[in-house]
Structures are given as structure tokens and as C-alpha cells.
């Protein structure tokens, strides 16, 4: 490796692209292109970035291919950043074990974070803490080592444990100064933000407050407290969660109940709400009747459902109160939104690989926001991307979506 590359390289370890590029831009051969590739990919241009790196990996041919390994993992690294999660993961894992029976530990490691990255995204958090407890940053550069934490900081987040996301944030933080990288060091910061600013509301006999991310977990760990949680569609109570993400009526009939406690509500207002009938007739009152049967037996030993004179009222068993936890925002999207609110620019495949949806449903969505100004789209036809400001003031761990989990 030539002298030129080499500084290129040591300019790109640092987080100056500029540098890199002053030693490399006008040259067109395998070890430039990749480093030009990196380049661009730091100075946000992903398309242009894309292109070289795969141009860099045709160009090192079939005799080198531990540099075309690592032009695949620097081009899942363009994906992820893109948010094109439909990239070949068996290429990026076949990279990986290549590299690391190489010898080459630190690429084959970034390989492993980009999966974990991946699988953070599209809410698989058991796979992802179960891949990066293979990992020990210790051997690693400041900046590996602030990526391992950031990403212990970001499961422990979705999973509402607010002082290991803390200490993993400060962890990432004293290794991102010691990089002295500006782009790396305004990541923590914002990471950081989760844990002060809103996250949640609470509802609790008819009045409401913001919640930060740490006063949801003192909540959800309370155990005289029975806890309708909107924002991940769970019924909660100590060690007792009931997930309802896939029975949107009960969960609607229960956030109600709640919403109320300790009063009663009308037969009426639970069939509008629940049935979205405009006018209660006798088959949605036998409707509701079969409904609440099937919410009682789910509360099983957590609560009662009792008949009023006028509807129905929520009774806990054991515990003192019935709360709602509410998103910080009413907003009917806000799933998608979440997903937006990280400032990348997304594809419509990647949102509907995240939410668990079709793609079509998700195009859909994205129309009816775009119209209403929520969100914008650049580039057309496959290339087209979405994107949108984060939400103002407000942390987005618990909109964001995730396979449930009891632990």
C-alpha cells in the first residue's frame, strides 16, 4: 500500500473525508476507489458512495478477496446508512467469517456490529443482544468501542432499562472523546437525549403528565399498579405482561376501562370507540358482551371487567390504580413516524421490513402523510426515499417498533 492511501486511510480512522480525499480523489484504482467510496459515505453522499465501493470490489477481481470482503461490509455499511435493509446478510456474514479466519479481527468485528445494527432496526432485540454479547470491545479502537456501547445503550433502551442505557451512554462518550471525532461524538449526544426528554404520557384518573424514560420503568416495575401500556399494546402488572398487539378491540376496550378508572363507561361510548359504529344497535351490544367475556378472561387473575348500570367498569385485583401509558403524541402513525424520526432517509421496503407490514400498506401511509405534511420523499422509482424531522422534544424508544418479549 502506497503512501497516499495510507493517509487516506488514517484521514478516514479520524473522521476527516476532506483529508482522505485530497490523497486519493483522482485516482481510479482498487485501493482509491474503496477509500473514495468511504469518503463520500461520510460526507452524506450514499448513492455516489455505493457506486465506488462496488466499482472498488470489480476492480480487486477474484485475487484479492479479503479487500473485496471488506468492499462488502463497507457497502452493507452504505446500506444500513441508506436504510436499505434488504441487502444480502449471508454476503455480509460470509465476509465476516472469511476476515476473521484471516486474521483481520476489527473488520470481521464491524461486520458483526452492522448486523447488530440491522437487527436493532427491524426490532429483533433477543437476536441482536445474543450477537453483540459475542463481541468484547475491549481490543478494539475508542471509536468500535463507542459503537459496541451505543448499541448496548440502544437495546437497553427499547427494553426500558434506563441505568444500563446510562452507564453504556457514558461509556460511549468517554470513547467517542477519545476519538476526537465530531460526527461520532454528536451520535452519543443525541443518543443521550432519550433519556431527557419525554417518552411517554401518563393517564390516570382523567388527568395526564410526560413521563421520562426512567419514571416508565420505576412505573412498569411497580407492583400495585396495573398499567395499560398504548405504547407497545401490553397489559402490565409487576411480573405479569399480557401482550395485545394483535387484538386491537380488546386493547381498545381495555385502554378505555382504564382511561375511566375508577368509573364506569357507557355501553355506547365502548362500541363507537372499539366497533367505529356511529349508532349502537342490539348486534354490536351482543358484540360488546363477547368482547368483554374475552377481555375478562385475558385479565385472568390481573383485574375483573364488571357490568354497570349504564356499561362497564375495570376492577384491579391487587393492585391500588389502573393507569394508561400513553404515546407522547396522539398521532395515528406513529410507528412509522418513530422509525422517520432519526433524521435518515428511509425506503418504503426498509419501514414495512421494521413495522411488520406490507409494503403496499406502508406506500399507502407515506401518501396520506406526505399529503398532510408530515413527511417528504426524494428520488423516484426504486431510489425513492422518505424522510421528516424528528419529533420535537420528544424521545421515540417506545413508539419504535420491537418483537415483545417477556424478560
Known amino acids: 500500500m502506497d503512501s497516499l492511501v495510507t493517509a487516506a486511510a488514517r484521514a478516514l480512522a479520524a473522521g476527516d473525508p476532506f483529508g482522505a480525499l485530497n490523497h486519493v480523489a483522482l485516482r481510479d484504482d482498487a485501493p482509491a476507489l474503496a477509500l473514495r467510496g468511504i469518503a463520500m459515505a461520510q460526507l452524506g453522499d450514499l448513492p455516489r458512495a455505493k457506486v465506488l465501493v462496488r466499482s472498488a470490489a470489480r476492480a480487486f477481481g477474484a485475487k484479492a478477496p479479503l479487500a473485496r470482503a471488506r468492499c462488502v461490509i463497507a457497502e452493507a455499511e452504505i446500506a444500513l446508512a441508506s436504510r436499505d435493509l434488504n441487502w444480502p446478510v449471508k454476503a455480509l456474514d460470509a465476509a465476516r467469517v472469511l476476515l476473521d479466519a484471516h486474521g483481520d479481527r476489527l473488520n470481521a468485528a464491524h461486520a458483526r456490529y452492522l448486523q447488530v445494527r440491522r437487527l436493532l432496526l427491524i426490532g429483533q432485540l433477543d437476536e441482536a443482544e445474543r450477537a453483540l454479547a459475542r463481541l468484547d470491545p475491549t481490543p478494539f479502537p475508542p471509536s468500535t468501542r463507542a459503537a459496541h456501547e451505543l448499541m448496548v445503550a440502544g437495546i437497553a433502551l427499547r427494553r426500558v432499562r434506563t441505568a444500563t442505557a446510562r452507564a453504556a451512554l457514558a461509556r460511549a462518550e468517554h470513547a467517542a472523546c477519545q476519538t476526537g471525532i465530531p460526527t461520532l461524538i454528536a451520535e452519543v449526544d443525541h443518543a443521550a437525549l432519550a433519556l431527557t426528554t419525554p417518552a411517554a404520557r401518563l393517564i390516570e384518573r382523567g388527568e395526564e403528565r410526560l413521563l421520562l424514560l426512567d419514571e416508565v420503568e420505576a412505573l412498569l416495575a411497580a407492583s400495585n399498579v396495573l398499567v395499560v401500556d398504548a405504547c407497545r399494546h401490553v397489559i402490565q402488572s409487576a411480573n405479569t405482561t399480557i401482550p395485545l398487539a394483535s387484538r386491537p378491540v380488546l386493547f381498545t376496550l ?19 370507540r372499539a366497533f367505529r359504529a356511529k349508532h349502537a344497535d ?8 363477547v368482547e368483554v367475556g374475552r377481555l375478562r378472561a385475558l385479565l385472568g387473575t390481573l383485574a375483573e371487567v364488571n357490568a354497570t348500570q349504564r356499561g362497564f367498569a375495570l376492577a384491579p385485583r391487587e393492585a391500588a390504580a389502573a393507569v394508561v401509558l400513553a404515546r407522547p403524541v396522539d398521532e395515528a402513525h406513529a410507528a412509522l413516524l418513530a422509525c422517520l424520526a432519526d433524521g435518515e432517509s428511509w425506503a418504503s421496503s426498509a419501514l414495512a421490513l421494521a413495522l411488520g407490514a406490507s409494503q403496499r400498506t406502508v406506500q399507502r401511509t407515506l401518501d396520506s402523510l406526505a399529503a398532510a405534511g408530515k413527511v417528504q420523499s426524494i428520488g423516484f422509482g426504486r431510489a425513492r426515499r422518505w424522510m421528516m424531522p424528528p419529533i420535537p422534544g420528544f424521545a421515540t424508544a417506545l413508539l419504535l417498533p420491537s418483537l415483545f418479549s417477556n424478560d
Do not use: F
Open 254 to 272: 381495555a385502554r378505555m376501562l382504564a382511561e375511566a378508572w375508577p368509573d364506569d363507561v357507557p355501553r355506547d361510548a365502548l362500541v363507537a
Open 282 to 289: 342490539e348486534s354490536h351490544r351482543a358484540r360488546l358482551r
